[in-house]
């Protein structure tokens, strides 16, 4: 089965800090791979996505994530955070014809 | 495009009751997908649907069950209502099958149901 880990439960930085979260995933065949943050009192959103092509992917937000196959990683980075990126991430991992898994998802506090 | 939605937003039951959550997708979107979402667990699939079938169980004791209608909106229902229930029941949709391979799935805010 499927299994995905991030490895952070929780990161406090400051305003301006460079973010980069990381999501490994246990599954050696074609992946779809995704990460969806959940903003306070918001739903999930799609930050970005890789389905394949360029593994260095860029998505909303200022967000950005790389696909290193070898590694089975999928780390999320943005260069400098904001107040309004306080949230809860989530990496997500699915082979095809299997469910959508996610990781337990890191929360993110960045202090103005 | 309206996004996906959830009624009702908050609901409170006790033990023993039944809770009904209805859950209408993105127009067009054929798929249906829900998740239980609590601190301990995180988010986990319960089914999805396709076509007024389900493709797809997690690993949920049959008191959670679901059905699909022919306009895609999905319902979910759990029976015997548990403490454990308690949690924020998330739904998604997508085009396609959700399984299928470079399909992506848009979440709706979820029902937070609390069991007392």
């Known amino acids: 089965a499927q299994s995905v880990s991030q490895h952070n439960h929780h990161v406090i930085l400051s305003e301006a800090a460079s973010l980069e979260l990381g999501c490994n995933y246990s599954y050696g065949g074609t992946v779809n791979l995704f990460w969806y943050v959940q903003y306070p009192g918001q739903h999930l959103q799609l930050l970005l996505k890789?389905?394949?092509?360029?593994?260095l992917v860029k998505g909303i937000k200022g967000f950005e994530a790389e696909f290193i196959k070898s590694k089975f990683s999928f780390n999320l980075r943005k260069p400098s955070v904001q107040w309004s990126d306080t949230a809860e991430y989530f990496c997500a991992v699915r082979a095809a014809g299997n469910k959508l898994t996610f990781g337990g998802g890191t929360r993110v506090l960045v202090k103005p | 495009k309206a996004g996906v939605t959830q009624t009702p937003r908050y609901l409170i039951k006790t033990r023993g009751q039944q809770v009904t959550l209805s859950c209408s997708p993105i127009s067009g979107h054929r798929s249906v997908s829900w998740y239980q979402q609590t601190p301990g667990q995180g988010l986990q699939f319960l089914f999805e649907y396709f076509s007024e079938t389900q493709r797809n169980k997690g690993n949920f004791p049959g008191r959670f069950s679901g059905r699909q209608f022919s306009n895609s909106r999905s319902e979910m229902n759990v029976s015997t209502l548990e403490l454990g229930d308690s949690a924020l029941y998330l739904c998604?949709?997508?085009?396609?099958?959700?399984?299928?391979?470079?399909?992506?799935?848009?979440f709706g805010p979820g029902t937070r149901l609390l069991v007392l």
């Open positions: 890789y389905f394949s092509g360029d593994p």
């Open positions: 998604a949709s997508s085009p396609g099958p959700a399984q299928a391979i470079q399909e992506t799935q848009y």
